[in-house]
């Protein structure tokens, strides 16, 4: 029998404030495009990622990979950085890059792809609320 390929995912949560403003923009461009998220004193989100693994499912112990091994890479990647942060002062990644959910959803992938065996992360899926949803497939 051919070896199958299955998808695991991982779900965390972690809150985290910002504020969407631009510094390649004037501050009456980042009221316009941003609105209310540009509030000069920020807003805050309970962010849920969801972090998902392609790869073979191995014969002799029936994983993809093991679910405490990403659970762990999810705490080094994820958790330590962005939880309880302000995205824009307190993540050097975000001094200069506007701190989006697009762009926080590259930030978590550049960070678990550095962890995680080789190919094998397949998507970053970001509800910065129940109804903003952002995937990221590393393209
Ligand atoms: N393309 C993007 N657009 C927006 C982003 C983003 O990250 N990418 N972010 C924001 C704001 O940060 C904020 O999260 C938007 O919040 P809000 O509009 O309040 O969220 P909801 O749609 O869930 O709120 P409702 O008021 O219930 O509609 C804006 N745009
Ligand atoms: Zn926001």
Redesign the pocket.
Known sequence: MSERIGFITRVQSFSAC?R?HSKSLSDEENKRI????NNPNG?G?NYTVEVTVRGKIDRNTGMVMNLTDLKEYIEEAIMKPLDHKNLDLDVPYFADVVS???N?SVFIWNNMVKLLPPDSLYEIKIY?????I?VYRGE
């Open positions: 910002h969407l941003y609105g209310k998220c807003h989100h989006t959910t697009e926080l910065e609320t129940d109804k903003n952002v």
